[in-house]
Structure formats: structure tokens, C-alpha cells
């Protein structure tokens, strides 16, 4: 017990410690990545981690400002959330950052990061929607049936009973039940109900929309996932711009892709059109905000 103590104290001395050294106490991230989901977020943690003026959380996905908000996010617990000696990069004049995909989903996020930091910087990486949704799906099948874990808080497990059940469960099923939802609640918000979430994940432009009306556009730089993967050198020097900070000399062959996914499942045609046409007047209203038009 003494020593249990004896360790908790030593953590909270290194911590203070730190939030000295890493300078003023108002210290706060600097910048997000904060979705959307399987758009590529977890390479771009790691290739901004790599930057010698830029410091990634410990672990992606800290849920800062999702399931474990807390309104109060001081230097001293800001700092713990980083690994000591990343603390001291660049003699402690970096950037911090962190990355959670589901900030952009989530409709509670915006203002709670604004009240946070009103001049945070953010990045948006986008995925065509339709390829987007059957990634997620892969995913959370491959997790069901090969780690046996659920992607996904479901306590009763009807979620997650199903996707370990893919031949009687297909996709298209879970886009069927999702739309009955969304139809029954008149909702496709994140909080009209939990899951299925397919199609609720690539609605671009209503999440854009509630960060719009806390943030300048400008404090958001928006990529299609495409940009990253084509010509990652060109979209790090556009990144770097954008955070204000020097160009580095970037190593293609260190620019390696995260969690690249298999798909196991196959989606017939006519689901795949039913979707495109489905979002096409939320890609639309994407273009218009953003003044880009992409191929989907």
C-alpha cells in the first residue's frame, strides 16, 4: 500500500515537474486531428509525431473531449497524457496534438473544445462516404470475429452479437436498420442513437457545420484522405504551413500507412449506388462550404 502511495505521489511530482519546465501554465494542445474515422488519421498521428516541433499524445484516441471530457484540462494533467521525454522536445518548444476521430462526430465537441482553446488549430481528413462506411464495417466485423472485441460501447451486445454473424448479418442489413432509426427518430445525429453508425459517419457536412459556428474556417485545414496517401511529402508541406511551423525534411520511406485494412466482406453493387445516391446532397453541401469538389 506504502508503495502504491509512495508511486502516485512521484507521478504527481513528475508531472508538476514537467508543467514547469514545459513552460506557462495556460499551456494548452495546440492542435487537433479530429476525424473523421478510418480516413487515414492514425498515419497522419504518426507522421506528425515524427516532426521535431510537434508532440502526439501517448497512444491516439485519448478522448479528450468525448467520453472522458472534463471541463477543467490544467497543464498538470495536460502533461500526463504525454510521455515524459517527448516533453522536452526541441528544449520544449513544440506543438501538442492529439487525435480522436470521433471529435467530428460527436455534436457536443465543438463547443466543448472551443471553451477549451477558442484558437486551436484543426485537421479534417475525409474518405469518399460509401468506401468510408464499408471500411468501418470491415473493421468492426474483424474485430468481432478475429479479436472477439467490439468496436463499439454496446453493454448488451446486440450490436455486437450481429457483426459476429456477417453471412446472416451483411452490410446491407445494418444500413437497412440504420436508416429505420434514423427515420424513427428523424435524427441522424450521433445522439439519437448509438448504432448501427455507417452512414451517420461520412455526413461531412452537418459535422462541419456545428464547428463552423464556433471556429473560423481558416482553423480548420480539410484533406481528402486521397492527398495523404497520392502525395504525403506536398500534404505535410501544406500542414506544416498551416500550423506556422518549419518545413521538414520529410523521409518517403519512413511515411509508412496505418492500419491498413483488409476487406473481407463484399458489398453488392446496388447497396454501394443506393449510398452514393443517398449522400449526394450532403456531398453537395460539403463542396459549397468548402469551396472543393472531390470525385464522389
Not at 464547428?211 to 495523404?228: A, G, S
Request: net charge positive.
Amino acid at each position: 500500500m506504502k508503495a502504491a502511495i509512495k508511486k502516485i505521489k512521484m507521478i504527481y511530482i513528475i508531472r508538476y515537474v514537467c508543467a514547469s519546465l514545459v513552460g506557462k501554465a495556460d499551456k494548452k494542445i495546440d492542435f487537433l486531428i479530429i476525424g473523421a474515422q478510418k480516413c487515414g488519421t492514425s498515419a497522419l498521428f504518426d507522421y506528425m509525431d515524427k516532426h521535431p516541433f510537434c508532440t502526439g499524445a501517448v497512444n491516439k484516441e485519448r478522448l479528450l473531449f468525448t467520453k472522458y471530457y472534463k471541463k477543467k484540462l490544467g497543464l498538470k494533467r495536460l502533461v500526463g497524457y504525454f510521455s515524459f521525454g517527448k516533453l522536452f522536445k526541441n528544449k520544449g518548444k513544440c506543438l501538442f496534438f492529439e487525435a480522436t476521430p470521433d471529435n467530428i462526430y460527436e455534436e457536443d465537441v465543438p463547443e466543448r473544445i472551443f471553451h477549451y482553446n477558442p484558437q486551436i488549430k484543426m485537421i479534417l481528413l475525409v474518405r469518399e462516404p460509401v468506401s468510408r462506411a464499408i471500411s468501418e464495417y470491415n473493421m468492426a466485423c474483424w474485430y468481432a470475429t478475429e479479436k472477439n472485441k467490439c468496436v463499439r460501447e454496446d453493454p448488451e451486445h446486440e450490436y455486437f452479437d450481429r457483426l459476429k454473424q456477417p453471412d446472416k448479418y451483411p452490410f446491407e442489413w445494418f444500413i437497412k436498420e440504420e436508416l429505420r432509426k434514423m427515420d424513427e427518430t428523424g435524427s441522424c445525429t450521433s445522439s439519437a442513437f448509438h448504432y448501427p453508425d455507417f452512414i451517420r459517419h461520412g455526413l461531412y457536412s452537418d459535422q462541419l457545420e456545428r464547428y463552423y459556428r464556433y471556429f473560423n474556417p481558416d482553423q480548420l485545414l480539410i484533406l481528402e484522405d486521397k492527398e495523404l496517401k497520392l502525395n504525403k511529402k506536398q500534404t505535410l508541406f501544406r500542414i506544416e504551413d498551416f500550423l506556422k511551423i518549419p518545413h521538414y525534411n520529410w523521409v518517403e520511406s519512413d511515411l509508412v500507412n496505418s492500419n491498413i485494412g483488409v476487406y473481407t466482406q463484399q458489398i453488392s453493387a446496388e447497396c454501394k449506388l443506393f449510398l452514393k445516391q443517398f449522400y449526394k446532397p450532403w456531398n453537395e453541401k460539403f463542396y459549397e462550404m468548402t469551396g472543393k469538389r472531390m470525385d464522389w
